[in-house]
């Protein structure tokens, strides 16, 4: 068993039966989701431990203090030092104040940490009962609060969830408050109507410690709102919308399938590939240079970057318990996202540093230099929010995004149409009808294409690439239907909610292309497909990520019959979770046609 589910279980049955002790009176429900003792590992003291640091009402600090050592004197080896604010604003107990004796990364096994855990959570009463303004949801566990819910499935979590509580439901996760918006109506109205107070980045691991609420995904305000609308604006000057990014596009998409013909039709994983390919689409927009397919280095932050955008998991529990990353040695991989940070983010400033030394205001050559030239008119503008760290955090976020999302749709693209040949035979026929093979498909093709853009839509809407965007921040309180969320809460648009919506798209769980088609194969329904998020906050790059999707797809069709490198055992449509929806790891093969 895991320890992080070892921690919940032990957390949810000592509240429990502390609560009993001292007749909390317990909700039914409450008590229906607790485990019983006899699946929790739990030591005598851990016991004592746990029942130091709770104390009730207001009660005498110096009392508890006192109450606390002695309890932990019947624990062995362990010496409690100075009074230390672990981490002022901590959001699940924010009065932690007592730490231990530290101890060598090797002794920091399971029970050690959870010892040294117990003793620093000293805390007033810790509150994890829904407020009866918020909205509806599952029933909370003292102490943890909706922690004990198995999350791993959370689409299907999600879809009881609003069956029950309706579309618009709360989690309590720790002293975190998580409001669920489900259904495109219910979107609609809290973040595209009500966008001005809906539109904030919540305060969360990601946006607070890795990148410093700086850039453009984790920023908020006046803050966000100026460097969103200088960054478009800079990404069309170089390309967005124009026949000269279509180009650089095609190009790349030139040496990706001079790759994959020379793997004669054996079995490969494309996965790689594919983020080189996009990542260096992203790259000549942004910095002015792409990467050799084979360069080491690239490959290794390419690695470290995947390894970040897989790990939402622990972002999550960095959130909700942010006294973990302080435990020595990282028995959450909580340290490792920070170094994989880091080590991208010095490859950025680098980059940064050459194009200072080559900078040439009469020739901009990108995205940097159009940054660099804003910053130097600006450079006796006090209140300019124009600097080196709001730079190298804005590239990263668009290297990341341009480089996760269209990667992750085009593997769902090549799993589908390799489980259904029928959808791929016909796409292929279509595309030569309309081009042949002599020439690459571009973008002025797209009307003379329904049934490939068909298939286009169907596989975002299907594959659901981003399920869950970033948890939203408040402006201030929000009244939603008679219930009112708290200034402080965060917000989670449930994507998958629309794009497997009975109601909008019969039998969701069908991959069929025709749904997008009327009888006279008109495209239909195409608003609903949010695949890139939707409101102020929706994905800026939108329009590069479908312009990259289209004419890698159509490309790959047209050279290459996409088949299972197992015929008996075809890919997996099961997606895994990250920061986008991907597929799990899958071979193919791709034969000339």
């Given at each position: 068993m895991l320890f992080w589910e070892?921690?919940?279980?032990?957390?949810?049955?000592?509240?429990?039966?502390?609560?009993?002790?001292?007749?909390?009176?317990?909700?039914?429900?409450?008590e229906d989701q607790l485990f019983c003792e006899s699946n929790v590992r739990e030591t005598e003291s851990n016991c004592e431990a746990y029942d130091a640091f709770i104390y009730y009402g207001d009660e005498d600090q110096d009392y508890s203090e006192n109450k606390l050592k002695k309890k932990l004197k019947k624990i062995d080896n362990y010496k409690i030092i100075s009074i230390d604010q672990i981490h002022p604003g901590g959001q699940l107990f924010p009065g932690i104040e007592k730490c231990v004796e530290h101890v060598e990364e090797d002794e920091a096994n399971e029970e050690e940490i959870w010892r040294r855990l117990t003793a620093a959570l000293k805390s007033k009463r810790l509150k994890t009962v829904r407020n009866a303004t918020l909205p509806p949801g599952p029933p909370t566990v003292p102490f943890v609060g909706n922690l004990n819910l198995k999350l791993d499935n959370m689409p299907e979590n999600f879809r009881n969830f609003r069956r029950t509580y309706g579309d618009v439901f709360s989690l309590i996760?720790?002293?975190?408050?998580?409001?669920?918006?489900?259904?495109?109506?219910?979107?609609?109205?809290?973040?595209?109507k009500n966008g001005d107070v809906t539109s904030e980045r919540a305060d969360s691991y990601i946006t607070r410690e890795l990148s410093h609420h700086k850039g453009i995904v984790s920023s908020s305000g006046s803050l966000w709102k100026e460097h969103r609308t200088f960054t478009l604006g800079a990404l069309r000057e170089f390309g967005f919308g124009k026949r000269s990014l279509e180009s650089k596009i095609i190009e790349e998409a030139e040496v990706l399938m001079k790759l994959i013909e020379e793997k004669n039709g054996q079995s490969f994983n494309i996965r790689q590939l594919l983020y080189l390919s996009f990542s260096?689409?992203?790259?000549s927009i942004v910095f002015g240079q792409r990467y050799e397919y084979t360069d080491e280095r690239f490959m290794s932050l390419l690695d470290k970057i995947k390894e970040n955008t897989n790990s939402v998991n622990i972002a999550m529990l960095a959130t909700t318990f942010p006294f973990l990353q302080y435990i020595p040695g990282d028995p959450f991989g909580i340290k490792r996202t920070v170094t994989n940070a880091d080590v991208v983010r010095n490859h950025l400033k680098n980059i940064v540093k050459e194009h200072e030394e080559t900078f040439d205001e009469n020739n901009l050559r990108d995205y940097v230099d159009v940054y660099l030239k804003r910053m130097r008119s600006d450079k006796d503008n006090p209140k300019s929010t124009f600097d080196h760290q709001q730079l190298t955090c804005t590239i990263g976020d668009l290297f990341v995004a341009g480089t996760d999302t269209t990667s992750t749709a085009l593997q769902w693209f090549i799993v589908l149409l390799i489980n259904h040949p029928e959808v791929q035979n016909e796409?292929?026929?279509?595309?030569?009808?309309?081009?042949?093979?002599?020439?690459?498909?571009?973008?002025?093709?797209?009307?003379?294409?329904?049934y490939t853009e068909a298939v286009l839509n169907e596989v975002l809407r299907f594959g659901c690439i981003a399920p869950f965007t970033l948890p939203h921040g408040l402006t201030k309180d929000f009244n939603y239907k008679g219930y009112v969320i708290p200034k402080g809460s965060q917000l989670m648009p449930n994507l998958h909610s629309v794009l497997y919506d009975p109601e909008i798209f019969d039998d969701p769980e069908a991959f069929r292309p025709t749904r997008f088609l009327d009888t006279e194969r008109k495209l239909v329904n195409l608003d609903k497909v949010l695949a890139f998020g939707l409101g102020r906050r929706v994905c800026l790059g939108e329009s590069l990520a479908r312009m990259e999707f289209f004419l890698f797809a159509t490309i790959l069709i047209q050279r290459f019959k996409l088949v299972a490198a197992d015929i008996d055992n075809l890919p997996s449509i099961k997606g895994k979770l990250g920061l986008t929806l991907a597929p799990v790891e899958f071979s193919f093969c791709a034969v000339g046609v």
């Open positions: 070892n921690l919940s279980y032990k957390l949810a049955s000592s509240a429990n039966r502390i609560r009993k002790e001292n007749d909390i009176e317990l909700n039914q429900n409450i996760l720790g002293s975190n408050t998580l409001v669920v918006v489900n259904g495109f109506e219910a979107l609609k109205e809290v973040f595209v260096n689409i992203t790259c796409m292929r026929k279509e595309i030569n009808n309309v081009i042949g093979t002599s020439r690459y498909p571009c973008t002025q093709d797209k009307p003379k294409l329904p």
